[in-house]
């Protein structure tokens, strides 16, 4: 074992990415916060709205993976969203500085 790994590609995001879940058909699903300066605040003061951004990736050998915005919210629904999970048919999105998951229909 070498401990290197080799770079496959790569996939841009236009946002600031958090986390990323893999579903059961290889889909990535990736928390991101568009607004970089509204989380912080919002992690000083929970008053402050900060946006919830979620992509789904869909990988695609020797391809451009498609990047598919399905989740964008200035904050009211649920700030500061870090992580998206799909099960089944639902889409859950857990936030940073709060203690509640926000659950809707996947897409």
């Given at each position: 074992?070498?401990?290197?790994?080799?770079?496959?590609?790569?996939?841009?995001?236009?946002?600031?990415?958090?986390n990323v879940t893999v579903d059961a058909d290889?889909?990535?699903?990736?928390?991101?916060?568009?607004?970089?300066?509204?989380?912080?605040?919002?992690?000083?003061?929970?008053?402050?709205?900060a946006p919830a951004q979620i992509f789904r990736?869909?990988?695609?050998?020797?391809?451009?993976?498609?990047?598919?915005?399905?989740?964008?919210?200035?904050?009211?629904?649920?700030?500061?969203?870090?992580?998206?999970?799909?099960?089944?048919?639902q889409l859950m999105l857990g936030p940073v500085?709060?203690?509640?998951?926000?659950?809707?229909?996947?897409?």
């Amino acid at each position: 074992m070498t401990n290197v790994l080799t770079p496959a590609g790569t996939i841009a995001i236009d946002s600031f990415i958090d986390n990323v879940t893999v579903d059961a058909d290889d889909h990535l699903w990736i928390g991101a916060h568009p607004r970089l300066t509204d989380f912080l605040r919002h992690g000083t003061d929970q008053a402050v709205m900060a946006p919830a951004q979620i992509f789904r990736v869909t990988p695609i050998r020797n391809a451009k993976s498609r990047v598919e915005e399905v989740y964008l919210n200035a904050g009211e629904q649920i700030s500061a969203a870090s992580v998206a999970l799909k099960h089944n048919r639902q889409l859950m999105l857990g936030p940073v500085f709060d203690s509640r998951l926000l659950v809707c229909d996947a897409p």
